[in-house]
């Protein structure tokens, strides 16, 4: 019989852990159905959360044609992942695959907020402002658009933080999961991500004008 707030997750451990010690030597059991899958899944959440980060990466290195100008954007992610999970335990719900759905669809929208600022800052660096007053720009001229788009997202998603009714829980994980991964990302993301910009674009310059310094080396005949 399920117990109120136990996961499913923690009853497979449970009966598997039961099992192990209770029976006899050469015995062992075997899922069907749902728990079966849920059993055979393993680890596979966070390959795919790996994957993601890594596609993203390799994405915006291209359209920088940089591997060091897409840091900042890969960086500012956490904060909203950790708003999500903060705003999950507040509520008392589970991580479960609607909370790492939810987490995946912010990798994607937190990613946009930051490239909003850093596509801009990018652009204002190339024109010859130095890296602080192009991030510092940046983050002002996109700060309206991202607060617009941001919280028209968590409107929408107040009906499914507050559902009810059959299928309630997983409405309330992946509503709760994405409003407070976006809220944090969003407020958080406007005042750190300018900071990341100034601190790897100083980084990518000294690449940059080390390979200039480099000369070639010629042989007189």
Request: with cysteine.
């Amino acid at each position: 019989e399920g117990k109120a707030g136990v996961s499913s997750g923690d009853v497979l451990k449970t009966v598997q852990k039961i099992a192990n010690e209770k029976l006899p030597k050469g015995y062992t059991i075997d899922w069907a159905g749902i728990s079966r899958d849920e059993a055979n899944a393993g680890n596979e959440s966070i390959y795919i959360f790996l994957i993601s980060i890594v596609f993203v990466y390799l994405l915006l290195s291209a359209q920088y044609e940089s591997f060091i100008l897409p840091l900042p954007v890969i960086l500012s992610l956490p904060v909203g992942v950790f708003g999500a999970f903060c705003l999950l335990a507040i509520l008392g719900l589970e991580n479960n695959i609607y909370a790492q759905i939810a987490i995946i669809m912010l990798i994607g929208l937190l990613g946009k907020n930051a490239i909003l600022i850093i596509e801009f800052a990018a652009h204002q660096h190339s024109l010859g402002k130095n890296a602080m007053d192009a991030a510092i720009e940046g983050a002002r001229i996109r700060l309206r658009p991202i607060l617009m788009t941001s919280f028209a997202f968590i409107a929408g998603l107040i009906p499914l933080t507050l559902a009810s009714g059959a299928g309630a829980i997983g409405n309330q994980t992946i509503g709760s999961a994405a409003l407070g991964g976006m809220f944090i990302g969003t407020m958080v993301g406007v005042l750190i991500i300018p900071g990341l910009y100034v601190y790897f674009a100083k980084i990518s310059e000294k690449f940059s004008r080390g390979r200039k310094d480099e000369k070639p080396i010629t042989e007189s005949i």
